[in-house]
């Protein structure tokens, strides 16, 4: 069966485990001869950097300083990374996309979906697939604190209660919410096999 390239998001609030799992999601594919290429927002361009500033409030940036920062660096992402890397016939495991901005940076319920829609409105690619890795604010504040580590600005329990609500109000229908409390090689298999399954279509 002919496998073609397809683009993968996995999004979820701090201390989900995304990063985690969609690298390990990405190896387990390698190594059955799936090519893909494991990426991340922010990236390493000048707006990502700028971006780490901010997240730990080193700069600071408005809510709409936020929005345009994020948005440059996804024109990057997706110019220089995404678009390329899907044409050379490989697919992209991408840690975070568009939904992070409108779940981050929304103030509430409308102004994510507002966040969402200017996103696609500059054209975007929309991704096969989108796994959220589901976790309570509770528990994402209790991961957080046993894992230590330096503050950053969205670290507030209030701030993940805020972010969970967004999420819930914009992802998509299609959205494959996953058990982010499960046994980590429990999910890694899952998302595999879910994302074989796409590529076999
Ligand atoms: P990162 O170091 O990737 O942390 P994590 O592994 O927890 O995802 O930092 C990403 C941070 O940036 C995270 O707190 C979410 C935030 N963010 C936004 O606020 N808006 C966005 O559009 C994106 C992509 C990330």
Partial sequence: MPYNSQFFVFEGI???????????????LLTKSIPNLWHREPTDSVYGKKIREFLQGKLKLTKEE??????????????EIILPTL????????????????AYQGR?????????????????????????????PEESADRRKSRGGREEVFDEDSE????YQNYLAILPESTIFVDATAELEEVVAFCVEDILKSLET
Avoid: C
């Fill in 87 to 102: 044409k050379g016939g490989k697919s992209i495991i991408q840690d975070r996309y568009y939904f992070s901005t409108a």
């Fill in 160 to 163: 993940q209660e805020r972010i």
């Fill in 66 to 79: 936020q929005i345009e920062t994020f948005i440059a660096d996804r024109e990057y992402s997706v110019n």
């Fill in 14 to 28: 701090d201390g989900s485990g995304k990063t985690t799992v969609s690298r390990l999601v990405s190896e387990a």
């Fill in 108 to 136: 509430d319920e409308e102004h994510a979906a507002e966040i969402l829609y200017k996103n696609e409105d500059k054209g975007f690619p929309e991704p096969n697939r989108v796994y959220f890795l589901d976790l309570s």
